[in-house]
């Protein structure tokens, strides 16, 4: 039972990687349902269950609460702060979102998921002159340079 339940919690946790949300919360509610003993489950399982809960069934209270445990238990795994900024982000709280995804690129920049969800949140970096407004032209071609610059 207890291999059962990890390979079943591993899977579900795939499956919502790839997108398969539906597939993967019903394996991952699976293992949430049954008694779980002296086995310890991965942060993830608990990070990929609390978004799914918050994004299928709108419990965002449930699902910020399992995020924060499975950082708890796994600080130095990049999808648990992934899903705890994307929860934040279904409660339109973007500033706490940046502060997660912050955390999580710290441990990996170049975790694909942070990224996207980086690039989803849309943050911007601060105006080449801060005085300026960002539609000043001298900002817009400072802006322009710098992109061009990073580049490469």
């Known amino acids: 039972m207890t291999l059962d339940l990890k390979r079943r919690a591993e ?6 990687r790839v997108g398969n949300w539906k597939e993967g919360m019903d394996d991952l509610g699976w293992v949430a349902e049954q008694d779980h003993g002296d086995i310890e489950l991965p942060g993830a399982f608990y990070s990929y ?4 809960i918050a994004r299928l069934d709108k419990k965002y209270r449930e699902g910020l609460k399992l995020c ?8 130095y795994e990049p999808d648990n702060f992934m899903n705890l900024a994307r929860v934040y982000l279904l409660t339109r709280n973007r500033e706490k979102a940046h502060k997660a995804l912050l955390r999580g690129l710290a441990l990996d920049a170049e975790h694909p998921g942070l990224r996207r969800v980086w690039r989803e949140l849309g943050i ?9 407004s960002r539609k000043n032209p001298l900002n817009e071609i400072l802006g322009r340079l710098r992109r061009k610059h990073n580049r490469g």
């Not at 899977?11 to 919502?16: F, R």
């Not at 924060?68 to 600080?75: D, E, G, L, S």
């Not at 911007?124 to 300026?132: D, G, H, V």
């Open 11 to 16: 899977e579900g946790i795939e499956k919502c």
């Open 49 to 52: 269950l609390g978004y799914g």
């Open 68 to 75: 924060q445990h499975a950082i708890k238990m796994q600080v």
């Open 124 to 132: 911007r970096k601060a105006q080449p002159i801060p005085f300026l």
